[in-house]
């Protein structure tokens, strides 16, 4: 499945789902990185956020938005929204009650759009933030947020295998906080934020990957976006830049620090819509 260390591959255009910050705050702790006494400046997070935005428009990807809700703070990371493979959309339904209103509103947004193969989740999952769509396979994180019932759950709903995978350490809570699909069958990930058994798995699958250090993975790099050849990665992750530079990958650092203060980077503020129904 993975291919020897080599230049990266060809861009491939993507299209994803945003919301701006409008909203955004720290005031409420569901994950160690969130502490509801620091102060949140949210002129800068918007700023930051429109970088991003900006940054993927500049890359030649589609950039939708939907419309943030007051009193959901944390709807900005579009990532945990939904999952969406193949057209076809799993909603999430959050572990968290400060969230679980994100699961409808995502999904009404999927239904005004013209997706028509939508589907309300029976187990808890926080879309793209706990799932990674590679070509063959899609990773699922279980552990903090997504229970493993939900993998087997989108097994079925979206027809492609699901590997299940054990995140141990609180600090990566999320799937997407600890690994990253480089291309369609390459991945970046620290090992340190897996059980013993998925870090075997991932060896197994993925000989060649890019193991990052504790370093990367304290300021959020692995929360990155690539698409196969333009990574979007946080910019104090200046070992594992160098390392994708080596690899012939092109690095688009972006400041997202404003929304780290509560655990998100630039993968979790980005929803993959793969093969949108107007596209
Ligand atoms: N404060 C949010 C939470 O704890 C951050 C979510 C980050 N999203 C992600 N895909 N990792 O749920």
Redesign the pocket.
């Known amino acids: 499945m993975a291919r020897p260390d080599g230049p990266s591959t060809a861009p491939t255009r993507r299209h994803y789902l945003m919301c701006r910050p409008t909203y955004f705050t720290v005031e409420y702790a569901?994950?160690p990185w969130?502490d509801p006494d620091v102060v949140v400046d949210r002129p800068r997070a918007i700023r930051q956020w429109e970088e991003l935005r900006d940054l993927y428009l500049s890359l030649g990807h589609r950039v939708s938005e939907i419309a943030p809700i007051e009193g959901l703070p944390?709807m900005v990371?579009a990532?945990?929204g939904a999952l969406v493979v193949d057209g076809r959309v799993y909603g999430a339904r959050f572990a968290s009650a400060e969230?679980t209103p994100e699961g409808p509103a995502y999904l009404d947004w999927f239904r005004q759009e013209g997706y028509t193969e939508t589907s309300e989740a029976k187990y808890v999952n926080?879309g793209?933030?706990d799932f990674i769509t590679l070509d063959e396979v899609v990773l699922a994180a279980t552990g903090f947020r997504t229970e493993a019932a939900a993998h087997q759950e989108a097994e079925r709903l979206l027809g492609r295998p699901v590997v299940t995978l054990q995140l141990v350490d609180p600090r990566f809570?999320?799937l997407?906080?600890a690994l990253f699909a480089l291309s369609g069958d390459r991945i970046a990930y620290y090992p340190g934020a897996f059980s013993k058994g998925s870090r075997r798995v991932l060896e197994a699958l993925f000989p060649d990957a890019l193991i990052a250090t504790e370093e990367d993975a304290r300021v959020l790099g692995l929360?990155a976006v690539s698409d196969g050849h333009d990574v979007v990665v946080a910019a104090e992750a200046t070992r594992l830049a160098d390392r994708l530079r080596t690899l012939g990958f092109t690095v688009h650092p972006v400041e997202l620090d404003e929304l780290r203060k509560?655990?998100?980077g630039a993968?979790?503020c980005t929803l993959e819509l793969r093969d949108h129904p107007l596209a």
């Open positions: 569901i994950n969130m944390d990371f990532a945990n969230r926080e793209e933030g809570y999320h997407d906080t929360n509560a655990g998100g993968k979790c």
